[in-house]
C-alpha cells in the first residue's frame, strides 16, 4: 500500500530540498506525493514557479509522512503571513505526530519552521550549518546536532539540507520499504551514501554502496539477500561473473574492506535484527549465521570495540 507524503511548499523554497526527496520518493514507486501551500502557487528559488498546490488538508491519513522543506531565507520568509499559516498547522499536527500517526521530516531550514511550531522542544535534530545558531536561538529547548547529515528522534527527522535531504529520503525508503529498495532507488539517481563527520554510521546494509562497479554491486547484491548463508568468495565471486581473486581485489579498491569483513558486518545487522526481535544472543547469533554466541561477540568487539 503507498503511503502518502505532504510536501509543505513555501515561497523561496530552496528548490533541491524540495524535488531532491520527492524524486527519490517517486523512485521507489511506493509513496503518493502531495504539495500543499497556504498559497495556490509559489516561487522556488531557482525561479521555477509551483503551480496548483492544494490547501493545507484539515487532518492526514495515519501513517503519513509530513515533510518541511527549507527556504533560501529563513530570516524573513519564516516570518511572512504563509509561513505562519503552516506554522499553526503544524502545531495542530504536534498530537498525531507524537503518538506516531504522521512521521515529520524537516529539510534544512525547515526545522527552524517546525521547532518554531513547537514541534521540537525536548528533540535531538539538526539543520544547515547557516541555520544552526539560530535555531538553537529560537528553539532553546530542542536538542541541536552539529556537523549531522541528518537526526532521528522517535517520529521526528531533520536533514542539514540541500543533497542530505536526498540522502533522508533514501533512508525513509529503508526505513518503510527495506534496504534493497534505498540502494535500486541510489543506483538509479547515480547518489553517493554520504555521513556527517559525527554522524551515526549508516545501516550497514546502506554502507559501501559509494561506487559504481556494477560486478561489485552485483557480489554485494549476492551477499544481501542471504547473509545468513556460509559465504566463500569464490562462489559470491560466480555469481558476480568474475573471478574470487578479481572479487578481492575490487573490493579492496571501491569498498575499503575484504569480502568476508563486509559479509561479517551484514551478519552483525541481522543478529542485532534478532536480538531486537527477543531473541537470546546466542538464538541470534545463529540466525545470522555466526556459529556461536561467542564467535558473535568476537565480531562486536572487532567493529563495535567501545
Not at 530570516?75 to 498530537?95: G, I, M
Not at 579492496?252 to 545487522?269: F, K, N
Request: glycine fraction near 8%; hydrophobic fraction near 40%; proline fraction near 5%.
Amino acid at each position: 500500500m503507498q503511503r502518502d507524503v505532504f510536501f509543505v511548499t513555501l515561497p523561496g523554497a530552496l528548490a533541491l530540498d524540495l524535488t531532491g526527496p520527492a524524486e527519490a520518493l517517486r523512485l521507489s514507486g511506493q509513496f503518493r506525493l502531495h504539495y500543499i501551500s497556504p498559497l495556490v502557487e509559489v516561487e522556488l528559488t531557482t525561479g521555477l514557479v509551483v503551480s496548483r498546490l492544494a490547501p493545507l488538508p484539515r487532518q492526514l491519513p495515519d501513517g503519513s509522512i509530513v515533510v518541511v522543506p527549507g527556504v533560501n531565507n529563513s530570516q524573513t520568509q519564516f516570518d511572512t503571513p504563509p509561513a505562519q499559516e503552516v506554522r499553526e498547522w503544524l502545531s495542530a499536527q504536534k498530537e498525531s505526530i507524537e503518538l506516531g500517526r504522521l512521521q515529520l521530516v524537516c529539510i534544512c531550514s525547515g526545522s527552524l519552521l517546525a521547532g518554531m511550531a513547537g514541534l521540537l522542544d525536548g528533540y535531538q535534530c539538526t539543520s544547515h550549518h547557516d541555520v544552526i545558531a539560530r535555531l538553537r536561538t529560537r528553539v532553546p529547548a530542542a536538542l541541536v546536532k552539529d556537523n549531522r547529515i541528518f537526526v532521528e528522534d522517535r517520529h521526528i527527522l531533520t536533514s542539514a539540507g540541500i543533497t542530505a535531504g536526498i540522502d533522508l529520503a533514501l533512508y525513509l525508503i529503508a526505513q518503510h520499504l527495506g534496504p534493497q529498495a534505498a540502494l535500486d532507488v541510489a543506483r538509479e539517481m547515480v547518489v553517493y551514501f554520504r555521513r556527517g563527520g559525527e554522524d551515526p554510521q549508516l545501516s550497514p546494509w546502506l554502507q559501501h554502496r559509494n561506487h559504481l562497479h556494477p560486478a561489485v554491486h552485483r557480489a554485494q547484491n549476492v551477499i544481501s539477500a542471504d547473509p545468513e548463508s556460509d559465504w566463500q568468495v569464490d562462489d559470491v565471486a560466480a555469481k558476480a561473473h568474475i573471478s574470487g581473486r578479481h572479487l578481492t581485489r575490487l573490493f579492496r579498491q571501491h569498498l575499503g574492506i575484504s569480502v568476508r569483513d563486509y559479509h561479517e558486518q551484514l551478519r552483525l545487522a541481522v543478529a542485532k535484527q534478532r536480538i531486537q526481535q527477543g531473541l537470546g544472543q546466542e538464538k541470534a547469533a545463529l540466525a545470522a549465521g555466526f556459529s556461536s554466541g561467542r564467535q558473535l561477540r568476537r565480531a562486536l568487539l572487532r567493529w563495535q570495540p567501545e
